[in-house]
């Protein structure tokens, strides 16, 4: 090679950057060209798992919240029907009437309840009945004021359907009659 002539060696050059051309294209399309066709359906392979399990998270945590609004169903059912009784509860609504009475310090002389008529329901929505409660309490007017307020925020559902106030012929405080209708889911 150090005794040939530079046009031999600049052919020679040519030659050898040709093969060496023709080897690197050959070892592209044999060793290179199919793993990465196989790198990349693996790739895409990997994106659609994490796709798949993304969403499987995302159904595993809405279940789970529906799951456990389920679990407090009962819990639901309980307090509703302490609301809104499933049936007639004079007893109930009674005990209601004379705890608040009770507790503003107001002294319950008489309690007495009839059933009204009851109001039919629509569809698969029940009727609602009315309990009608007439009550005589005596006590201060600021007592008295109380009692209305823990009525407004009790847990029976109820209205105040008429009251009469009347100073008391003997003693001190005040006389309250009282009309009030409480509601219960009919059958």
Do not use: C, H
């Given at each position: ?10 052919m020679l050059s040519i030659l050898a950057a ?59 059912e309980k307090q509703l029907s302490m609301i ?104």
């Open positions: 090679m150090w005794g040939m002539k530079p046009s031999t060696k600049r040709i093969i060496l051309l023709i080897a690197s294209v050959f070892v592209y399309t044999s060793l290179i060209k199919p793993e990465y066709k196989e790198i990349s359906a693996m790739r895409d392979k990997s994106a659609t798992l994490n796709q798949t399990y993304n969403n499987y998270e995302s159904l595993n945590k809405k279940f789970q919240e529906i799951f456990a609004q389920y679990q407090n169903l009962g819990d639901l809104l009784p499933s049936k007639i509860d004079a007893a109930y609504a009674a005990s209601q009437i004379a705890g608040i009475a009770q507790k503003n310090k107001s002294n319950l002389l008489s309690l007495t309840t009839r059933q009204l008529a009851i109001r039919p329901g629509v569809g698969t929505v029940k009727g609602i009945g009315t309990l009608r409660m007439e009550a005589k309490l005596v006590g201060n007017y600021e007592d008295f004021k109380m009692f209305l307020k823990d009525m407004e925020s009790n847990i029976m559902i109820s209205d105040l359907v008429s009251l009469r106030i009347e100073k008391q012929k003997a003693g001190d405080g005040i006389l309250y009659t009282l009309t009030i209708d409480a509601y219960y889911q009919a059958e």
